[in-house]
């Protein structure tokens, strides 16, 4: 019977908080979100700060690093419902003073009162999902903004103050040319954000373009057009100064998302809303998808966790190699001695060996990593150590 792993003792810690609704749910979205239901926006957030206290008094929990609030879109809600969760994480939680929060933000939700009164409440990064930069692809996506509100959203931002703003971009699209993805990622560049993260479609079951491309009414771009698209990605970030720290995200020096990190090094991070996951000790538990079951569940006192597993020493080990290679740097090999009592190199032997002689990974003194070659594959390598 495996125990559960406890790890070495961290400072701070991450809090997650999942808002559940769109304005439009899009084609490509496999999220727990849902379009409309404006009338449980309320209840909604009464029932997730009832959540957040119970969880803020199972602590004692160190400081957070960051506060991060994803969805769905969270700027679908009324400004004061959102800023009331920020507060209610600050009476709750004690915080690092430079503590990033963070909040993901459509354009067409926002206008520059709605961010400066986030700003106020101490948001201090703002995610805006874009997209694209071409209205056709926006309307195959089923994004309900258009190029000109995006740019226009980015403009609010900065006017309400906002010195740290991701954009999110997609690519590899239906009928996305490596020409159209230039002109977006240019586009995107010249408002000169301070984080970016570009996402390759991938398709997911139970999706509007899973329906399309089954049905053989959607065409994706050549592997070697996508290809492309990463090498314009990876040109165009680096001459606007940009770094490429994790497979998806470019950001200039400084601006990493601070809350990403913590998941990609496998640290602790608490969740809370509707089926948000959270990490704590070696236990992750998985809360429940559906909103008005999470509302009843928490205005009855019962449990909305519907999932929890408790990792081994070994598993959290290959977890944390598997997440450690996304970002550029790699995994460091002293840390996972530490903090799990093995090194790769012995773990993985002959499988890892073969990964380096194909050119995949490559092993500093210091670092495991992915090489140039091994990043457009990385789910293939990811496989061969899970």
């Not at 879109?73 to 600050?90: A, F, K, M, N, Q």
């Not at 609010?156 to 971009?169: E, Q, S, W």
């Not at 608490?270 to 008005?292: H, N």
């Not at 790699?330 to 093995?342: H, I």
Request: glycine share 8%; charged share 20%.
């Amino acid at each position: 019977m495996s125990h559960c792993h406890a790890k070495l003792v961290v400072t701070m810690t991450a809090l997650y908080l999942h808002i559940p609704f769109c304005r439009t749910k899009c084609h490509y979205c496999s999220f727990s979100s849902r379009a409309g239901c404006s009338e449980l926006y309320t209840p909604y957030i009464h029932a997730l700060k009832k959540e957040l206290t119970q969880v803020a008094g199972m602590g004692p929990h160190p400081p957070l690093q960051s506060l991060f609030i994803g969805g769905g879109t969270p700027s679908i809600l009324p400004c004061s419902l959102l800023t009331g969760i920020v507060d209610h994480c600050r009476e709750q939680f004690a915080m690092m003073p430079d503590i990033e929060i963070s909040v993901e933000t459509n354009p067409g939700t926002v206008d520059e009162r709605y961010l400066q009164a986030l700003y106020r409440a101490g948001v201090n990064r703002l995610s805006l999902g874009v997209q694209s930069f071409a209205d056709p692809e926006l309307k195959i996506l089923g994004r309900s903004h258009t190029a000109e509100e995006a740019a226009g959203a980015f403009q609010a931002a900065r006017n309400a103050g906002f010195t740290n703003v991701n954009l999110d971009l997609m690519c590899g699209l239906p009928g996305q040319t490596p020409l159209s993805w230039k002109k977006s990622l240019d586009l995107a560049l010249s408002l000169q954000p301070e984080h970016l993260s570009v996402y390759q479609l991938s398709i997911e079951p139970g999706t509007q373009f899973a329906d399309l491309l089954k049905n053989k009414k959607m065409e994706l771009p050549e592997e070697e057009d996508i290809l492309l698209m990463d090498r314009q990605t990876q040109r165009g970030c680096l001459a606007a100064g940009m770094q490429h720290y994790e497979i998806s995200n470019y950001c200039l020096a400084g601006y990493e998302c601070r809350h990403n990190v913590n998941y990609w090094l496998n640290e602790d991070y608490l969740a809370c809303g509707v089926a948000a996951v959270s990490f704590r000790k070696g236990v992750r538990e998985k809360r429940i998808t559906d909103a008005r079951e999470y509302i009843r569940r928490m205005d009855a006192g019962i449990s909305v966790v519907e999932e929890r597993e408790c990792l081994s020493a070994e598993a959290s080990f290959r977890e944390t190699m598997i997440m450690g290679l996304r970002l550029i740097r790699g995994v460091c090999r002293e840390t996972l001695v530490q903090r799990y009592g093995r090194d790769p190199v012995q773990y993985y032997g002959p499988v890892l060996d073969k990964l380096v002689h194909l050119g995949l990974v490559e092993l500093t003194d210091t670092h495991l990593r992915l090489t140039g070659t091994g990043r457009p594959l990385a789910n293939q390598v990811m496989a061969e150590l899970v």
